[in-house]
């Protein structure tokens, strides 16, 4: 499989609200060969997930893994405070959150289509998201702490939002001014894009 090229803020695919695919469509060789292919361009970013406009298609799919080997350094408080734990690389087709809790927390999120750049986004806590799987399958996943701030990144991706939509724009930095002054821990130790 070879990576793909990540579309960056501006163009038009980004926000538009992405074409479901059917269970046949799921199933069929071209998506099997896009999801592989979006796995490996996840990986090599490296980022926590990846929506299909992300790579110049409208499609209501995303791939997501949080790997072990991204919270190697971190602190424990941080680790903590974002309710941030490993989580095994899945696919969600057709996603639609169908619960959030009421509580939210801020915390500065990246994204691979704004590439360089970080805000701080208040996001629900928990979450319950309907989709399909890479085999089809319905199933309802129930997520909290940092898995649930994914999913909502990635299905904002799917409707044509951006993070960028939500932030706090006071607190918009390019990376290297956030290293500079806001944390001691450089971002490229600390955390992924989202998306």
């Known amino acids: 499989m070879t990576t793909l090229n990540i579309v960056q803020v501006g163009d038009p695919v980004l926000r538009l609200s992405a074409r479901a695919l059917t269970p046949a469509e799921i199933l069929g060789p071209e998506i099997r060969r896009l999801i592989e292919s979006m796995r490996e361009t996840l990986r090599a970013a490296p980022g926590v997930g990846l929506a299909a406009p992300q790579i110049g298609r409208s499609l209501r799919l995303a791939v997501i893994e949080d790997r072990a080997e991204y919270h190697r350094g971190l602190p424990a408080e941080e680790m903590t405070a974002k309710g941030r734990v490993p989580v095994p690389f899945h696919v969600i087709v057709n996603p639609e959150i169908i619960a959030y ?95």
């Open 101 to 195: 809790s009421p509580d939210g927390a801020n915390f500065f999120e990246g994204c691979l289509s704004l590439n360089g750049y970080l805000a701080e986004v208040r996001r629900a806590q928990s979450v319950r998201v309907r989709c399909l799987d890479e085999q089809g399958i319905e199933k309802t996943i129930a997520a909290s702490g940092w898995y649930a701030r994914i999913l909502q990144h990635e299905i904002d991706h799917l409707n044509g939002g951006l993070y960028i939509d939500r932030m706090d724009s006071r607190t918009f930095s390019s990376r290297q001014n956030y290293e500079l002054f806001r944390d001691p821990t450089p971002v490229t130790s600390r955390q992924e894009p989202l998306a």
